[in-house]
């Protein structure tokens, strides 16, 4: 209702008055909904009628009184036409009414050209009205030169219109950023580091905020990570990018305590995020845990941790604890692995069981078991086990 009143009081308002107020002897009601008879609202004689349906009989005749003293469009009914042509739904059209007035007091001629440049770039239907909805003013503010070459821009970086589409759906706020000011230059940038789009495209996809921070900003983020010893030519450095660019300082702080703590210094701290910048997006808790348990269960040295991130990036009940338990029993049992902790514990699940759980089946069938704890059946590893069972 509150909205209503806000939609009736700015259609009233001098700013959005058409020339036609200027014959004091036109006056205009509009009839929001069909289920108002012809008798219920006096009308003045020269009044226009639009039907628009969304809103009850109570907010109809509330909307009557202020409007009597206003005027509108001879035919507001055509702009209300023209919408549902170019694939509006009724709530849609009330959405965007409500919202914005001033869209009542176009006409078709200003926006069909717009409209026409929207759907040659491949807005149509349901897509077109939600842009629309979401970019009101972006239809009227320097629409040729501002709005379009943001959106060519996209599809170009992104690869096709429909990734731009998915992406405006999570992300409304995506085209008021400047390109001249924010975001060419992020852009640039990570060019110059030797990043190529496919990977900029990915991570505009999935983490958009990371291309939309201020350039001064991913500036600074840069320094920091090349003072922690990744090079702006290193394959992570994109990926040491990401990690701090979602990693506040103080978060960041916390997890350089914790590790210190743990047995790291901080030159294993730095050596860990060269290697594996995502080491440091668990929480702190999971990091503990999983420290705790490679250096007092497995028996590693805080240093060798280090120097294998990875490790702290696996899963602790899914692939840290079983594996490492299977290498104990086959240890106990006399048949020892050459191969290293991290490549044993990296490897796919396949080669795993090939390699460790079924050529032992016949002296340790407990193997099996062990093999399936912490996993959901979902995982689809006891299927695997099945399968490569029957095989062997």
């Given at each position: 209702?509150?909205?209503?009143?806000?939609?009736?009081?700015?259609?009233?308002?001098?700013?959005?008055?058409?020339?036609?107020?200027r014959?004091?002897?036109?006056?205009?009601?509009c009839?929001?909904?069909?289920?108002i008879?012809?008798?219920t609202?006096?009308?003045?004689?020269?009044?226009?009628?639009?039907?628009?349906?969304?809103?009850?009989?109570?907010e109809t005749?509330?909307?009557?009184?202020p409007?009597?003293e206003s005027?509108?469009?001879q035919?507001?009914?055509?702009?209300?036409?023209?919408?549902k042509?170019?694939?509006?739904?009724?709530i849609?059209?009330?959405n965007?009414?409500s919202r914005?007035?001033k869209?009542?007091?176009?006409?078709?001629?200003?926006?069909?050209p717009?409209f026409?440049?929207l759907q040659?770039l491949?807005?149509s239907?349901?897509?077109?009205a939600g842009?629309?909805?979401?970019?009101?003013?972006g239809?009227?503010?320097d629409?040729?030169?501002?709005?379009?070459p943001?959106i060519?821009?996209w599809i170009?970086?992104?690869g096709s219109?429909e990734?731009?589409?998915?992406?405006l759906?999570n992300?409304r706020?995506?085209?008021?950023?400047?390109?001249?000011k924010?975001?060419i230059?992020?852009?640039m940038?990570?060019r110059?580091c030797?990043i190529?789009?496919?990977?900029?495209?990915?991570?505009?996809?999935?983490?958009?905020?990371f291309?939309?921070?201020?350039?001064?900003?991913f500036?600074?983020?840069?320094?920091?990570?090349?003072?922690?010893?990744?090079?702006?030519?290193?394959?992570?450095f994109f990926?040491?990018?990401?990690?701090?660019?979602s990693?506040s300082?103080?978060?960041?702080?916390?997890r350089?305590?914790l590790?210190?703590?743990?047995?790291?210094s901080?030159?294993?701290?730095n050596t860990?995020?060269?290697?594996n910048?995502?080491?440091?997006?668990?929480?702190?808790?999971?990091?503990?845990?999983?420290?705790e348990?490679?250096?007092?269960?497995?028996?590693c040295?805080p240093?060798?941790?280090?120097?294998?991130?990875?490790?702290?990036s696996?899963?602790l009940?899914k692939?840290?604890?079983p594996?490492?338990w299977?290498?104990?029993?086959?240890?106990?049992?006399?048949?020892?692995n050459?191969?290293?902790?991290?490549?044993?514990m990296?490897?796919?699940?396949?080669?795993?069981?090939?390699?460790?759980?079924l050529?032992?089946?016949k002296?340790?069938p407990?193997?099996l078991g062990?093999?399936s704890?912490?996993?959901?059946?979902?995982?689809?590893?006891?299927?695997?086990?099945?399968k490569?069972?029957?095989?062997?």
């Amino acid at each position: 209702m509150m909205m209503f009143r806000f939609f009736i009081k700015k259609l009233c308002g001098p700013a959005f008055q058409h020339p036609s107020s200027r014959n004091p002897t036109f006056r205009c009601i509009c009839c929001f909904s069909t289920s108002i008879t012809e008798g219920t609202i006096p009308k003045p004689p020269s009044a226009v009628e639009f039907n628009y349906v969304g809103f009850s009989s109570e907010e109809t005749l509330r909307a009557s009184k202020p409007l009597n003293e206003s005027t509108l469009p001879q035919q507001p009914e055509l702009i209300l036409g023209f919408l549902k042509r170019s694939g509006f739904d009724d709530i849609q059209i009330k959405n965007l009414v409500s919202r914005h007035p001033k869209w009542l007091l176009l006409d078709e001629e200003t926006l069909q050209p717009k409209f026409k440049a929207l759907q040659d770039l491949g807005f149509s239907g349901p897509d077109l009205a939600g842009f629309i909805i979401a970019n009101p003013f972006g239809i009227f503010r320097d629409f040729e030169h501002n709005l379009l070459p943001k959106i060519e821009f996209w599809i170009d970086l992104l690869g096709s219109f429909e990734a731009l589409i998915k992406l405006l759906k999570n992300n409304r706020r995506f085209l008021k950023r400047s390109l001249e000011k924010t975001i060419i230059p992020n852009v640039m940038m990570l060019r110059e580091c030797g990043i190529p789009d496919i990977r900029i495209r990915s991570v505009v996809k999935h983490r958009p905020s990371f291309i939309l921070q201020k350039p001064d900003r991913f500036k600074t983020l840069a320094a920091h990570v090349e003072k922690m010893g990744v090079p702006r030519s290193s394959g992570m450095f994109f990926w040491a990018l990401s990690s701090l660019q979602s990693t506040s300082v103080a978060r960041f702080n916390a997890r350089l305590k914790l590790m210190k703590s743990l047995g790291w210094s901080k030159e294993d701290f730095n050596t860990a995020f060269c290697k594996n910048p995502l080491f440091l997006t668990p929480s702190l808790k999971v990091m503990k845990e999983k420290m705790e348990f490679l250096v007092n269960e497995v028996g590693c040295e805080p240093s060798y941790v280090a120097n294998h991130p990875v490790l702290l990036s696996l899963s602790l009940e899914k692939r840290l604890i079983p594996r490492h338990w299977v290498l104990q029993m086959l240890k106990l049992r006399g048949l020892g692995n050459r191969k290293s902790l991290t490549t044993v514990m990296c490897c796919s699940d396949k080669k795993f069981i090939n390699d460790f759980v079924l050529c032992h089946l016949k002296e340790i069938p407990e193997l099996l078991g062990i093999c399936s704890i912490g996993r959901k059946k979902k995982d689809g590893l006891d299927v695997l086990v099945q399968k490569l069972s029957v095989l062997a």
